[in-house]
Antibody, heavy 119, light 107 residues
Framework: EVQLLESGGGSVQPGGSLRLSCAAS????????MSWVRQAPGGGLQWVST????????FSADSVKGRFTISRDNSKSTLYLQLNSLRAADTAVYYC????????????WGQGTPVTVSS | DIQLTQSPSFLSASVGDRVTITCRAS??????LAWYQQEPGKAPKLLIY???ILQNGVPSRFSGSGSGTEFTLTISSLQPEDFATYYC?????????FGQGTKLEIK
């Protein structure tokens, strides 16, 4: 059974940093691209960032470029998202998602970890 | 970037009804479209990928169609567990935008 377990969320002041983790199990982690998606309170889904299976290629939404960094450790089956220079608008539940190989989709999702940016 | 517009944003229907949600892309995306269901307080769940392929385990009352710029998600006979919010998402380019969502409520 595929399991994705996010952690690392919490409350932080504007300008602060957090590192989110997503521990994966139940599938061959190193052959799947992975993504982060967020959802602000009462809002819709917003794609944040994606990393290729071997971690060579990454791409991110314009709203987080230069502030958030996606990475992965295939030896630990773990996905990360480093959040820097946080703003109130980054307040959201952050989900990690396993991507299918082909055709593309966000096949499995974790339960999410909340991030609150407030002074 | 490619934008997705869902309609309607809110839909009120009854158990047993047939409902259709539309997703329009700002430019052609072939069949690179997925649909997700999200119940309150839960993570999204993949329903359909490649515009029309039903994900394993998803009931056959769900179906998807379309290509290019116009797509539809149809639920043939609403069940109580189907009242949720539905999102489309494109996977055509390296910016995987979601539609704004359609909230399906019980009439």
């Amino acid at each position: 059974e595929v399991q994705l377990l996010e952690s690392g969320g919490g409350s932080v002041q504007p300008g602060g940093s957090l590192r989110l983790s997503c521990a994966a199990s139940g599938f061959t982690f190193n052959i799947h691209a992975m993504s982060w998606v967020r959802q602000a309170p009462g809002g819709g889904l917003q794609w944040v960032s994606t990393i290729s299976a071997r971690g060579v290629t990454t791409f991110s939404a314009d709203s987080v470029k230069g502030r958030f960094t996606i990475s992965r450790d295939n030896s630990k089956s773990t996905l990360y998202l480093q959040l820097n220079s946080l703003r109130a608008a980054d307040t959201a539940v952050y989900y990690c998602a396993k991507m299918s190989t082909s055709p593309l989709s966000f096949e499995h999702w974790g339960q999410g970890t909340p991030v609150t940016v407030s002074s | 970037d490619i934008q997705l517009t869902q309609s309607p944003s809110f839909l009120s229907a009854s158990v047993g009804d047939r409902v259709t949600i539309t997703c329009r892309a700002s430019q052609a995306i072939s069949s690179y479209l997925a649909w997700y269901q999200q119940e309150p307080g839960k993570a999204p769940k993949l329903l359909i990928y490649a515009a029309s392929i039903l994900q394993n385990g998803v009931p056959s009352r769900f179906s998807g169609s379309g290509s290019g710029t116009e797509f539809t998600l149809t639920i043939s006979s609403l069940q109580p567990e189907d009242f949720a919010t539905y999102y489309c998402q494109h996977l055509y380019s390296n910016v995987y935008t979601f539609g704004q969502g359609t909230k399906l409520e019980i009439k």
